[in-house]
């Protein structure tokens, strides 16, 4: 796609519509020339240069990359117009596109009926489910898993909830008989089951944990804000296929959040949550006297805690499905390249003598330390972080990103490291980016020569 090309055909599109309702005289408050423009321009994209690489192979950090130019194009056309999709009169054709993509994500979860809506964040959507779960079992807690995201336990405090950390296993998974201890208090009457941990991308056991919370009567909410499209490598053929268990067993759930802004190509600003039972919409009820109605259809700001929010995100989602659809032969192979990637490069961490893996990885997250001597978590955390910011001044960068994890956690994947600290910061790279497939030996190489750089710096300073 070529991107000139098509930024100018959105703001040709756009002009031509805005022409039919016939000509108008512009506001010269408003008014900034090209001349004024471009020194300021130029200063802003100077400014813009102060940002690391997130489209290039060569970053490997954080779950950071640019959107699809799809999905640029669709967004900035939208933009152009400007919808507001809290109401179906903000914006008619964003609030269609909306559903639309919703119910594809509705699709591929497997979901027999659902009511669900964009959000502006993972956060956001994770919130909207803890909601509708404290509405739904008043006075009850809601558990997650140590490694779930920190969002839980804030949103809990926000909601007034009381939350319930639960242990994990040597993976990073949910320890089943620890819920069990907690189900059996009874305080619990949500349980929030996480399908790709931010941290190590590790599966919680859906298909395992959601007969026990039955039996207890929990809710069941999923957050898939970063997992969630691996559902389209359940059962795969090949290296990236994925056990299909826990993703199948998401279709039982009562809801499920995903982040089409981390791996759905979209920019910042698109999150979803879904309910398996549309008759949720009734805790959001409101009677505002400011939006205005033209029809009788529910509409999205009705089952939705936020109010404004972007139809441009809409738009770039529904755009980007047309293309890309979350199907095993659209986005699944988008995903599937990152998961060879991790695949690759764990094998080659596993065939050397300079790297260790931390863990193996679940989706397309490699967590991995340098190997020193004597063995010892402050020594791993200290080298880990030498390396990060050797990385990132090296002539030649490479950008990574750490993870803290804690010296139980350690002990329980490594027990021969001596545990001299309460934790140490191991690396980490999001190969989230189908690129990295071609590019994992080289990023391997040149950890390897920061390893090996540093350890000789480290003896001559012995010597
Ligand atoms: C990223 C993430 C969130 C938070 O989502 P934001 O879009 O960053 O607000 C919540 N849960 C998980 C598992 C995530 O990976």
């Not at 000509?23 to 802003?44: C, I, K, M, N, W």
């Not at 033209?294 to 700001?301: F, M």
């Not at 960068?397 to 139980?408: E, H, I, K, Q």
């Amino acid at each position: 796609m070529d991107l000139d090309r098509w930024l100018g055909e959105a703001t040709r599109a756009v002009q031509e519509w805005s022409a039919g309702f016939g000509p108008y005289q512009p506001h010269a408050a408003l008014d900034v020339s090209d001349e004024t423009f471009a020194p300021v321009f130029a200063e802003f994209t100077d400014r813009l240069r102060d940002n690391y690489p997130f489209f290039h192979p060569r970053y490997a950090g954080q779950m950071l990359k640019p959107p699809h130019p799809a999905a640029v194009v669709g967004y900035l056309t939208a933009m152009l117009i400007n919808p507001n999709n809290h109401a179906l009169d903000g914006g008619p054709a964003t609030a269609r596109m909306e559903r639309e993509a919703v119910a594809r994500l509705a699709e591929m979860f497997g979901f027999d009926t659902h009511l669900g809506h964009l959000t502006t964040s993972g956060t956001i959507a994770n919130l909207e489910a803890l909601f509708v779960a404290r509405e739904s079992h008043p006075g009850q807690g809601v558990a997650y898993s140590a490694e779930a995201h920190y969002t839980h336990g804030r949103m809990c405090g926000v909601l007034d909830m009381d939350g319930h950390p639960v242990a994990t296993d040597d993976t990073g998974r949910m320890d089943l008989l620890a819920l069990e201890e907690v189900l059996r208090t009874g305080r619990v009457g949500t349980v929030v089951l996480t399908t790709g941990t931010t941290g190590l991308g590790a599966i919680d056991p859906v298909h395992q944990a959601l007969p026990l919370c039955r039996r207890y009567g929990a809710r069941v909410h999923v957050d898939a804000a970063y997992g969630g499209f691996f559902t389209l490598l359940a059962g795969a053929d090949g290296p990236e296929g994925l056990a299909p268990e826990p993703w199948r067993a998401v279709a039982e759930c009562d809801s499920v959040v995903i982040d089409p802004h981390k791996h759905g190509l979209q920019p910042y600003g698109c999150g979803a949550v879904l309910f398996r039972d549309p008759e949720v919409g009734r805790f959001y009820l409101h009677d505002s006297p400011y939006t205005y109605f033209t029809s009788t259809e529910l509409h999205l700001g009705e089952i939705s805690l936020e109010c404004s929010r972007a139809g441009a995100s809409a738009a770039a989602l529904w755009l980007t499905f047309q293309l890309l659809p979350p199907t095993p032969q659209g986005l699944g192979r988008v995903l599937a390249a990152g998961r060879r990637a991790a695949l690759r490069w764990s094998e080659l961490i596993d065939s050397c003598d300079l790297l260790t893996l931390y863990q193996q990885p679940e989706l397309d997250i490699v967590s991995y330390f340098p190997a020193v001597e004597p063995a010892t978590l402050s020594a791993i955390d200290h080298a880990s972080a030498g390396i990060l910011d050797d990385g990132m001044t090296a002539r030649d960068p490479l950008f990574l990103s750490t993870l803290r994890a804690s010296a139980d956690a350690f002990a329980r994947r490594h027990p021969k490291v001596d545990g001299d600290a309460d934790g140490a910061r191991v690396l980490r790279s999001v190969l989230m980016k189908p690129e990295s497939e071609h590019h994992v030996e080289r990023v391997h190489d040149t950890v390897e020569a920061l390893v090996r750089h540093r350890a000789g710096r480290a003896g001559r300073n012995r010597g």
